[in-house]
């Protein structure tokens, strides 16, 4: 039973920004919004979180949405080392993550 | 620091033999992740541990599977006996804390056949 809905893929050009989005829209109030990729033959790895407000830091930005009920990471310029699988996931406090089955974004040159 | 350290990164086995994955966590990380992907199932959680103790094991796929946390730098995932659906990558992770805002960072995996 998973908490989030993303698309299975998603395409983009190098260069350009992507837009990926999440809808969690059974999120509670004390519910972290996680964002972690897997890149190819890789363990996941942490992108950005946050809980109300829109986020950032060097590797992208995250929008929330007002009612929190979506959410959308941003890669502001797309490379080729951005291809990779995309997991948005809900945390609570004093559990693990959860993953689902997450958006593979494919960027072409 | 060196992240999350795991060992083998490979391992082949024949159906029936004992498969030991270990793992290092972060110094300092209080919690301890197992997980195994698939093609089939994606990222299963499997179990973890604060302050090497069990505290969610409920994702172990049955007795063939134990894991064990001696001490806060070294936790084992075995398999007895192994068999050839058990073929998978096993990653570990660890985080400092529990509050959902806490990262987890993940070692590099450990790829199992078992034949």
């Known amino acids: 039973d998973a908490k989030t809905t993303q698309p299975n893929s998603m395409e983009s050009n190098e260069e350009e920004p992507v837009h990926l989005p999440c809808n969690h829209s059974?999120?509670?109030?004390?519910?972290?919004i996680h964002w972690y990729r897997q890149l190819p033959s890789q363990g996941p790895e942490y992108v950005i979180h946050g809980l109300t407000s829109n986020v950032n830091n060097r590797m992208a930005s995250l929008a929330i949405a007002e009612d929190r009920k979506s959410s959308t990471l941003i890669l502001h310029r797309a490379t080729l080392r951005d291809a990779a699988v995309y997991y948005c996931i809900l945390r609570a406090a004093g559990t693990a993550l959860i993953f689902g089955k997450g958006t593979t974004l494919s960027v072409s040159s | 620091d060196a992240g999350v350290i795991q060992s083998p990164r490979h391992e082949v086995t024949e159906m029936g033999q004992e498969v030991t994955l270990r793992c290092k966590p972060i110094s300092g990380h209080d919690y301890l992740f197992w997980y195994r992907q698939t093609m089939m199932r994606g990222l299963e959680l499997l179990i973890y541990f604060n302050n090497n103790v069990p505290i969610d094991d409920s994702g172990m796929p049955e007795d063939r599977f134990s894991a064990k946390m001696p001490n806060a730098s070294f936790s084992t995932l075995k398999i007895q006996p192994s068999e050839p659906r058990d073929s998978a990558v096993y990653f570990c992770?660890?985080?400092?804390?529990?509050?959902?805002?806490?990262?987890?960072?993940f070692g590099p995996g450990t790829r199992l056949t078992v034949l």
């Open positions: 059974t999120i509670s109030g004390t519910d972290y």
């Open positions: 992770a660890s985080s400092q804390y529990s509050g959902a805002y806490n990262e987890q960072f």
